[in-house]
């Protein structure tokens, strides 16, 4: 069992960043492949950035390419998500989750992750 805390949500303005964090409970983090999924307001949850145990291999959706990245600290049993260029599409509910097999080819799959946090808020105004 794993708890995930995400943070670091807020209320910025077009083409700023944020940089969201989600700490994991327990010893065993780095045998989890994290992502990231968001869920803007209407819309169903769509899968954002992922990252395999070791870091080594990250996976983006085309949607965020180039301005998003998805890091970890296993010392510190945290994982990142730094945005950058926001758009007001990237509004939504980010939420953090925990898969234990690292399939890391369905890392963009929901049904893959076992564990999942209470979601941080995002809005990008204009």
């Known amino acids: 069992q794993v708890q995930l805390v995400e943070s670091g949500g807020g209320l910025v303005q077009a083409g700023g960043s944020l940089r969201l964090s989600c700490a994991a409970s327990g010893r065993t983090f780095s045998t989890y492949m994290m992502g990231w999924f968001r869920q803007a307001p209407g819309k169903e949850r769509e899968f954002v950035a992922a990252i395999s145990r070791s870091g080594a291999s990250t996976y983006y959706a085309d949607s965020v390419k180039g301005r998003f990245t998805i890091s970890r600290d296993n010392a510190k049993n945290t994982v990142f998500l730094q945005m950058n260029s926001l758009k007001r599409e990237d509004t939504g509910v980010y939420y953090c989750?925990?898969?234990?097999?690292?399939?890391?080819?369905?890392?963009?799959?929901?049904?893959?992750?076992?564990?999942w946090g209470q979601g941080t808020q995002v809005t990008v105004s204009s």
């Open positions: 989750a925990a898969d234990r097999t690292n399939y890391v080819s369905a890392s963009m799959l929901e049904r893959t992750y076992d564990y």
